[in-house]
Nanobody, 116 residues
């Protein structure tokens, strides 16, 4: 089994920054993809950013140029640096990994609140 531990959420004013961290542990050979999704009240969960083992990344259009995803493969960690935060970024952010065996694992979620 794979466990994910997220940290770094909180309350910030518009224009501020936060950094989310997610550490994977447990039984797996490799992590094909590590990323972040978010879900705002009354909305569907959406992809924010994802980083693949080969180095490719993809981002939601709404966060391009403001958010940066990075991986530390030696530490099985994925970071999401969020700058120029907007109230629309308010949501619960979920870490998501896909193992080399194509198992999909979700974190418990961390709240990000951006005040105007």
């Amino acid at each position: 089994q794979v466990q994910l531990v997220e940290s770094g959420g909180g309350l910030v004013q518009a224009g501020g920054s936060l950094r989310l961290s997610c550490v994977a542990s447990g039984s797996f050979f490799s992590l094909y993809a590590m990323g972040w999704y978010r879900q705002a009240p009354g909305k569907q969960r959406e992809l924010v950013a994802r980083a693949f083992s080969g180095g490719n990344t993809n981002y939601a259009d709404s966060v391009k140029g403001r958010f940066t995803i990075s991986r530390d493969n030696a530490k099985n960690t994925v970071l999401l640096q969020m700058n120029s935060l907007k109230p629309d970024d308010t949501a619960v952010y979920y870490c998501n990994v896909i193992t080399g065996a194509m198992a999909v694992v979700w974190g418990q979620g961390t709240q990000v609140t951006v005040s105007s």
